[in-house]
Structure formats: structure tokens, C-alpha cells
């Protein structure tokens, strides 16, 4: 984490990143980042995104917050199988 004024920045481990997870997140906007958590996980052929709570959905690949749970759990320790997004 970087300190910026009174907010603080998470730094990512790019080398944990799963390929192409980047450029997805690169490419979400301030209003993207205030509607999503960051959470995803591979989904058949996309990438599942986690709303925040009340949030509603734009895209089929968004999950409200609690479903997004159901389908994937509430574990935030369990990583995801990112190899199923390469298959």
C-alpha cells in the first residue's frame, strides 16, 4: 500500500495476476471501480465481477454482491482456478 494524502493506494503484485486481468482492470473507470468490489473469478468463458452491495447489474458479467457469493462462495482467502480462463 502507498500512502496518498489521507487515502492510502493498494499496489497490485503484478506477478500474482493472472494473464489478462491487467488490461481488465485497467480498463474499468473511476464509476466501474465505485460499483464493483475487485473481486473476480473465471465463469465459464468471462470473468464474474462482484457488485457491491445494492448495486444493480449493467452487464451479464456483473453479479450483485450476494449471489456473486452464493455462486462463488464468501471466502475471500480462497483463491480462484484462473487455468479455466486459459482452457
Known amino acids: ?3 496518498e494524502g489521507e487515502a492510502l493506494r493498494i499496489i497490485p503484485a503484478l506477478k500474482r495476476q ?3 486481468i491487467k488490461a481488465e482492470l ?3 473507470t473511476p464509476q466501474d471501480w465505485q460499483r464493483r468490489t475487485g473481486y473476480l ?3 465459464d468463458t ?5 457488485l457491491r452491495e445494492g448495486v444493480p447489474s449493467l452487464q451479464a458479467a ?5 449471489r456473486y457469493a452464493e455462486r462463488f462462495g464468501f471466502s ?3 483463491k ?3 487455468s479455466a480462463l486459459n482452457a
Do not use: K, N
Open 80 to 82: 480462484p482456478d484462473w
Open 26 to 28: 485497467a480498463q474499468w
Open 1 to 3: 500500500m502507498q500512502a
Open 76 to 78: 475471500w482467502l480462497q
Open 62 to 66: 456483473e453479479y450483485s454482491h450476494y
Open 46 to 50: 468471462h470473468l464474474a465481477i462482484q
Open 18 to 20: 493472472a494473464p489478462g
Open 41 to 43: 473469478r473465471p465463469s
